[in-house]
C-alpha cells in the first residue's frame, strides 16, 4: 500500500503550552518511519521559529536546537505563512532554519498535497 | 477540498478568523463542541465571512447541548451526517 | 467501506474532545466503517488512566472506551506523552521502581510509531 503523507500543523507558541514540542516529537517519529512529512507553521506557530530562543530561562526544554536536525529525519519540507510572520513582526531572517515562506493560498494549496492533517 | 472542524468559540480565540483566511471555495467548515457559538455572532467582523461559505455546517447536539438555535438556512448535522462528510471531502483537519 | 484512524489529543473531562472523538467513533461503527485504531496523545492520554473515577451521574469514559475496544477497536496511548502525564503502564511503573500502575488493557502502551502505523486509512480524524 502507498505509504500516506501527513501535515503537521503548529499553530501555537511555543513554551507556553506544550503543543510545539509534542508535534515535533511526532514529526522526528514521522520521519524516522520514512513517512513523508511536512511541518506548517501558521499563525502563533511562526513562534516556534525564532532563532535565540532561551527556554531554560523559563525552565522550559530548548527543543528549538531539533529544527536544524530535521534534516536527519528526512523532513526537509518547512513551510511557513507569510501573513503571519508580517502579522507578528517577523521576518524569514528571524527564523532558526531555513525554510519556505509562503502566501496564505500557496500554503493552502501545499496543504492539500498531504493525506492527513493533525495540528497542534 | 479540506474539511475543517473547529472547535473553540469564535468569542475567545481567534481560530474561526484564522481558518476563515486560509480557505478555499470548495473547503467546508463544520462547528462542533464551542464553535457553535459562532452562530451568535452576528455583530462580529468574521461572520459574514462565515456565512459566505457555502459548505458549513454545525453539529445539532452541540447545538442543543448549549441551548443554541440555528436559523433555518443554516445546515445542522448529526454524528452520523459528520462521519459521511468526513468521506465527502479528502480530509479533514481541527482546529 | 471507509477505513477511520481517530486522533485524541485533548484533555477527557477538562475538555470535551474525548466525548467528541467517542460520539464519532460510535457513529462511524453503526455506518459499519472500520476504524484502524485510536491513538491518545498529549492530554488525551489521561484517558488511560485507569485510576480516574467519575461520579455515578456523569458518563463513565473509560468504560466508554472500554465498551468501543469490545467492538474491535484498538485503543493506543502514547507511552511518553502518558508517563510525563502520571499514566504508566505495568513496564514503565516497574522500571521507575514504581509501587503500581495505571495504564492497564484494554489501553495498550505504544509508541508514536503506532500512530505512524495508523496512517494507512482513508481519513485521520482529531478531537
Same mark, same amino acid.
Given at each position: 500500500?502507498?505509504?500516506?503523507?501527513?501535515?503537521?500543523?503548529?499553530?501555537?507558541?511555543?513554551?507556553?503550552?506544550?503543543?510545539?514540542?509534542?508535534?515535533?516529537?511526532?514529526?522526528?517519529?514521522?520521519?524516522?518511519?520514512?513517512?513523508?512529512?511536512?511541518?506548517?507553521?501558521?499563525?502563533?506557530?511562526?513562534?516556534?521559529?525564532?532563532?535565540?530562543?532561551?527556554?531554560?530561562?523559563?525552565?522550559?526544554?530548548?527543543?528549538?536546537?531539533?529544527?536544524?536536525?530535521?534534516?536527519?529525519?528526512?523532513?526537509?519540507?518547512?513551510?511557513?505563512?507569510?501573513?503571519?510572520?508580517?502579522?507578528?513582526?517577523?521576518?524569514?531572517?528571524?527564523?532558526?532554519?531555513?525554510?519556505?515562506?509562503?502566501?496564505?493560498?500557496?500554503?493552502?494549496?501545499?496543504?492539500?498535497?498531504?493525506?492527513?492533517?493533525?495540528?497542534? | 477540498?479540506?474539511?475543517?472542524?473547529?472547535?473553540?468559540?469564535?468569542?475567545?480565540?481567534?481560530?474561526?478568523?484564522?481558518?476563515?483566511?486560509?480557505?478555499?471555495?470548495?473547503?467546508?467548515?463544520?462547528?462542533?463542541?464551542?464553535?457553535?457559538?459562532?452562530?451568535?455572532?452576528?455583530?462580529?467582523?468574521?461572520?459574514?465571512?462565515?456565512?459566505?461559505?457555502?459548505?458549513?455546517?454545525?453539529?445539532?447536539?452541540?447545538?442543543?447541548?448549549?441551548?443554541?438555535?440555528?436559523?433555518?438556512?443554516?445546515?445542522?448535522?448529526?454524528?452520523?451526517?459528520?462521519?459521511?462528510?468526513?468521506?465527502?471531502?479528502?480530509?479533514?483537519?481541527?482546529? | 467501506?471507509?477505513?477511520?484512524?481517530?486522533?485524541?489529543?485533548?484533555?477527557?473531562?477538562?475538555?470535551?474532545?474525548?466525548?467528541?472523538?467517542?460520539?464519532?467513533?460510535?457513529?462511524?461503527?453503526?455506518?459499519?466503517?472500520?476504524?484502524?485504531?485510536?491513538?491518545?496523545?498529549?492530554?488525551?492520554?489521561?484517558?488511560?488512566?485507569?485510576?480516574?473515577?467519575? %461520579? @455515578?451521574?456523569? !458518563?463513565?469514559? *473509560?468504560?466508554?472506551?472500554?465498551? $468501543?475496544?469490545?467492538?474491535?477497536?484498538? =485503543?493506543? #496511548?502514547?507511552?511518553?506523552?502518558?508517563?510525563?502525564?502520571?499514566?504508566?503502564?505495568?513496564?514503565?511503573?516497574?522500571?521507575?521502581?514504581? %509501587? @503500581?500502575?495505571? !495504564?492497564?488493557? *484494554?489501553?495498550?502502551?505504544?509508541? $508514536?510509531?503506532?500512530?505512524?502505523?495508523? =496512517?494507512? #486509512?482513508?481519513?485521520?480524524?482529531?478531537?
Amino acid at each position: 500500500m502507498q505509504s500516506k503523507r501527513i501535515a503537521i500543523v503548529n499553530r501555537t507558541a511555543p513554551h507556553g503550552t506544550s503543543h510545539g514540542q509534542e508535534a515535533l516529537d511526532m514529526a522526528m517519529v514521522a520521519g524516522t518511519f520514512g513517512q513523508e512529512v511536512g511541518l506548517f507553521f501558521i499563525d502563533d506557530g511562526v513562534f516556534q521559529l525564532v532563532k535565540d530562543q532561551h527556554p531554560e530561562a523559563a525552565l522550559r526544554k530548548n527543543y528549538s536546537k531539533t529544527f536544524a536536525a530535521l534534516e536527519f529525519y528526512d523532513i526537509d519540507t518547512l513551510l511557513v505563512c507569510q501573513q503571519s510572520l508580517l502579522s507578528r513582526g517577523l521576518t524569514e531572517a528571524d527564523l532558526c532554519v531555513p525554510v519556505e515562506v509562503l502566501s496564505s493560498e500557496s500554503l493552502r494549496s501545499a496543504l492539500a498535497q498531504f493525506d492527513h492533517i493533525v495540528s497542534f | 477540498m479540506i474539511l475543517h472542524l473547529l472547535r473553540s468559540s469564535p468569542f475567545s480565540d481567534h481560530s474561526l478568523s484564522q481558518c476563515l483566511s486560509r480557505i478555499a471555495k470548495q473547503d467546508g467548515i463544520v462547528l462542533i463542541q464551542d464553535a457553535v457559538y459562532a452562530l451568535q455572532g452576528h455583530q462580529q467582523a468574521w461572520y459574514s465571512l462565515l456565512m459566505q461559505c457555502e459548505q458549513l455546517y454545525v453539529l445539532q447536539d452541540d447545538l442543543y447541548a448549549r441551548g443554541i438555535k440555528a436559523a433555518d438556512a443554516i445546515c445542522t448535522i448529526d454524528y452520523p451526517q459528520l462521519v459521511a462528510l468526513t468521506l465527502k471531502f479528502d480530509k479533514v483537519m481541527s482546529w | 467501506m471507509a477505513t477511520f484512524s481517530i486522533l485524541v489529543t485533548s484533555a477527557p473531562f477538562d475538555t470535551q474532545g474525548s466525548h467528541s472523538a467517542l460520539q464519532f467513533a460510535q457513529a462511524v461503527l453503526a455506518q459499519g466503517h472500520k476504524i484502524q485504531g485510536i491513538f491518545f496523545y498529549q492530554a488525551g492520554v489521561n484517558n488511560a488512566n485507569a485510576w480516574s473515577q467519575a %461520579p @455515578a451521574d456523569e !458518563l463513565n469514559l *473509560p468504560k466508554a472506551w472500554r465498551d $468501543l475496544q469490545a467492538k474491535g477497536v484498538a =485503543l493506543h #496511548v502514547c507511552n511518553t506523552a502518558a508517563a510525563r502525564r502520571g499514566v504508566l503502564s505495568e513496564p514503565e511503573s516497574t522500571e521507575r521502581g514504581l %509501587p @503500581a500502575h495505571n !495504564l492497564q488493557a *484494554p489501553m495498550q502502551a505504544s509508541g $508514536l510509531g503506532q500512530f505512524i502505523e495508523m =496512517l494507512n #486509512v482513508d481519513r485521520v480524524v482529531q478531537f
